[in-house]
């Protein structure tokens, strides 16, 4: 019994130091810029890395993979609470894919998928007791398509239209918050028609003080993804190498600085939609000309 006992103990303390040793050396990759300061492998962001007064230092902010500076693969984000906050799919530093946004009590509050700066496909979004708020569907080109329901906060239907090519056409109904139809009117190419509308008299009053209209056009025209702020997870360099972000993550100039002016490098310039449209390449602190797009930008 002892000349088993002795090797399985041995074995057992063998295990232990090689998986510490395994765990340090995951640490040691954990954080990692290249030679030129580009942010590569996984990387944790802790609160002592960003400007948010929120955190505290030790706490986990984000985490996920950087391919060259770029967002890539999953990243989730957490609350200051430390409960999840988003998983977000990224390629190349910009959001695509199926994403998911937490309250900070656990429940989800939107689901939905991003390609291309837009919406597309299934759109759900939901209250913070867990009933459905929203369910929209958009098309390839970030379009409402089909019908669209709202909902109140008691899981009861508070309005539904549908919409062609995102322009609402037909009836539209609005129901009280107990499921009375309490308005009519009809739409022809996001235009009411004239001398459709019909209200009913009578109408239940909500059970608690009115809030924002359920039906809002700009709703689900852009994502909540933009509103996390890119890490700060190295120090600003006044005389030397930087790469600065926006709040979405893409990367706004490269190069060598002096005196806090992009000296040598790339300055990035994106449209509304954020989508990279040109590059303009600075020399001694001037502009000399603009950059080709290449696949990489």
Same mark, same amino acid.
């Given at each position: 019994m002892n000349t088993f006992y002795f090797p399985l103990k041995g074995l057992l303390l063998c295990f232990i130091m090689l998986s510490n040793i395994a765990a340090f050396a995951f640490e040691g990759d954990i954080n990692r810029t290249d030679a030129k300061g580009q942010r590569q492998g996984y990387?944790?962001?802790?609160?002592?890395?960003i400007n948010d007064k929120l955190y505290k230092p030790e706490d986990k902010v984000e985490e996920g993979v950087y391919q060259d500076n770029r967002k890539q693969g999953l990243?989730?984000?957490y609350w200051p609470s430390g409960k999840l906050?988003?998983?977000?799919?990224?390629?190349e530093g910009k959001p695509q894919g199926?994403?998911?946004?937490?309250?900070?009590?656990?429940?989800l509050e939107e689901h939905g998928r991003w390609t291309n700066n837009k919406n597309v496909g299934d759109f759900r979004r939901y209250h913070t007791n867990g009933n459905p708020q929203q369910q929209f569907y958009f098309d390839e080109k970030g379009k409402r398509n089909g019908?669209?329901?709202? %909902?109140?906060?008691?899981g009861k239907l508070a309005l539904e239209v549908n919409v062609v090519n995102g322009a609402e056409s037909g009836i539209c109904k609005r129901y009280d918050h107990n499921g009375s139809v309490v308005e009519e009117k009809t739409f022809e190419n996001g235009v009411v028609k004239q001398g459709?509308?019909?209200?009913?008299k009578g109408m239940t009053p909500a059970p608690t003080p009115a809030s924002k209209d359920p039906y809002d056009k700009n709703i689900g025209k852009e994502s909540k993804l933009t509103e996390d702020k890119t890490n700060k997870a190295q120090a600003f360099k006044p005389n030397g190498f930087n790469v600065l972000y926006d709040k979405n993550g893409n990367v706004t100039q490269s190069g060598e600085f002096q005196q806090g002016r992009l000296y040598d490098g790339k300055w990035y310039r994106y449209n509304s939609d954020g989508i990279l449209v040109r590059i303009?390449? %600075?020399k001694g602190g001037r502009y000399i000309g603009t950059g080709v797009i290449s696949e990489q930008d």
């Amino acid at each position: 019994m002892n000349t088993f006992y002795f090797p399985l103990k041995g074995l057992l303390l063998c295990f232990i130091m090689l998986s510490n040793i395994a765990a340090f050396a995951f640490e040691g990759d954990i954080n990692r810029t290249d030679a030129k300061g580009q942010r590569q492998g996984y990387w944790i962001v802790k609160g002592s890395m960003i400007n948010d007064k929120l955190y505290k230092p030790e706490d986990k902010v984000e985490e996920g993979v950087y391919q060259d500076n770029r967002k890539q693969g999953l990243w989730k984000r957490y609350w200051p609470s430390g409960k999840l906050r988003n998983e977000i799919n990224y390629n190349e530093g910009k959001p695509q894919g199926e994403y998911k946004l937490y309250y900070e009590n656990g429940r989800l509050e939107e689901h939905g998928r991003w390609t291309n700066n837009k919406n597309v496909g299934d759109f759900r979004r939901y209250h913070t007791n867990g009933n459905p708020q929203q369910q929209f569907y958009f098309d390839e080109k970030g379009k409402r398509n089909g019908m669209q329901k709202y %909902y109140h906060d008691n899981g009861k239907l508070a309005l539904e239209v549908n919409v062609v090519n995102g322009a609402e056409s037909g009836i539209c109904k609005r129901y009280d918050h107990n499921g009375s139809v309490v308005e009519e009117k009809t739409f022809e190419n996001g235009v009411v028609k004239q001398g459709s509308i019909r209200r009913t008299k009578g109408m239940t009053p909500a059970p608690t003080p009115a809030s924002k209209d359920p039906y809002d056009k700009n709703i689900g025209k852009e994502s909540k993804l933009t509103e996390d702020k890119t890490n700060k997870a190295q120090a600003f360099k006044p005389n030397g190498f930087n790469v600065l972000y926006d709040k979405n993550g893409n990367v706004t100039q490269s190069g060598e600085f002096q005196q806090g002016r992009l000296y040598d490098g790339k300055w990035y310039r994106y449209n509304s939609d954020g989508i990279l449209v040109r590059i303009e390449i %600075y020399k001694g602190g001037r502009y000399i000309g603009t950059g080709v797009i290449s696949e990489q930008d």
